[in-house]
């Protein structure tokens, strides 16, 4: 202990409630007392205050024990940890008693650090409970990244078992409480009152990341090796969660969700959904080929600029289905249809025949450029260039032994527009 020193020793005595034992490596030891608990460990013998280290900038003193380790004028540059604790276990969880099991944590870490907050008065004017505060600040050009936090779940040799590198987890025990598991925050103070944007890096990671997952894995020879998911939700028990992934309002800019992968599939939907993919009343129109609307009023737009032969597939190439598209308002709807058997849909179709139908008491099919041409109507019947719609005609009388006029009347009977009653 030649390096340290501590205030407050004295040689060991009965022990208070309030006091602390320490022993050096030669066996020695000594007590502070509680009124001598305050102290301060400086190691190395360096003296003076030292550098602040808070988020605020101002130094906030400890109230039982503090290290300082290194200054500004005084670097440490002999590399190793200022505080190292290890600890070899082989423990049962039968050792931990009765309501022990695997995850019972606290009683076999290496450290435990408790923090209990309670009073009474407004929460309002209360501090919020912290067990741990970690800070690491990078200070000049000749600094490396600062990371505030480094944790590694390893498994090695023969074991079979999770290696993860953190388990965090947010609890309640009363109706009112509310629960935050993990909060992760980016602050972009680099400009006072005027922050400088960030935008985002499709070829790695932005300036500026909320989350950053990455896969690491030893891949000699350059064989690729997948990870299963780099976030995949779950759950325990018969919990679950109302969202899975969720954007408040106004928290994204550009895009909520973009993928510049080239994964197989960039949006696989599996599983069993009232909806796979819904898109509510005024959240903006599905544009596929473009990022631009052709028509600022549409909902689904399919663009390009190049030959695609279809544009838009509908159906199958492996059976003959019935399948419809439908176009359907409060009165009427007609259908774009595929007759998947005989007089499917229509009477008269067979199977694989395709067509539109009509439905909706007077309501009307029209073909035309800027008037109708041609109507079709709900009750089968058909006009042409506007006129009144009209079942099949028939053509009575006699043709006079007029050749032209029987020949017209065979054509037209051919098509189907009359029936040919009519006399020689």
Known sequence: ????????????????????????????????????LKSQIVANGLTGTPVPFTESGATIAALATEIDHGSTGSPITT????????????????????????????????????????????????????????????????TWDAVGVQAIGRVMGSSTQIGTGAYLEGRKDVAAGKVVAVEVRSANYDTAGTATDDDYNNAGASNMVGLWITAASDTAGGALAKHGAAIQIGRVGTAQWGVGLGFVSGATADADVRSDSSATTSLYIDGTHTHALAVDAGAGAVVVGSLTLAAAASLLEVQSTA?????????????????????????????????????????????????????????????????????????????????????????????????????????????????DSTSA
């Not at 290890?86 to 650090?113: C, F, H, P, Q, Y």
């Not at 009474?120 to 409970?129: E, H, L, P, R, V």
């Open 1 to 36: 202990m030649a390096d340290t020193k501590i205030s407050g020793m004295t040689e060991k005595t009965t022990l208070g409630a309030t006091d602390l034992l320490v022993m050096a490596s030669n066996g020695t030891t000594k007590k502070i007392t509680g009124a001598n």
């Open 307 to 419: 030959a695609k032969d279809p544009l838009v597939l509908f159906g199958n190439q492996s059976a003959n289905a019935s399948q419809r598209i439908r176009f359907q308002c409060l009165s009427s709807q007609s259908e774009w249809f595929i007759a998947g058997s005989s007089n499917a849909v229509i009477t008269g179709t067979a199977a694989a025949d395709q067509g539109i139908k009509i439905t909706g008491s007077g309501k009307a099919f029209h073909i035309g450029g800027t008037t109708k041409i041609i109507t079709v109507t709900a009750a089968d019947t058909m006009g042409f260039y506007g006129s009144t719609p009209v079942a099949k005609p028939s053509a009575t009388g006699s043709r006079g032994g007029n050749a032209a006029l029987a020949s017209l009347l065979t054509q037209l009977a051919s098509l189907g527009l009359i029936t």
């Open 79 to 142: 590399p190793g940890p200022t505080v190292r604790i290890a600890r070899v276990e082989d423990m049962a969880v039968s050792g931990i008693g009765g309501t022990g099991n695997k995850w019972t944590n606290e009683a076999n870490a290496a450290l435990v650090v408790l923090a209990k907050g309670q009073g009474s008065g407004s929460a309002g004017d209360k501090m919020q409970t912290n067990a741990v505060f970690a800070y690491a600040r990078a200070d000049g050009a000749g």
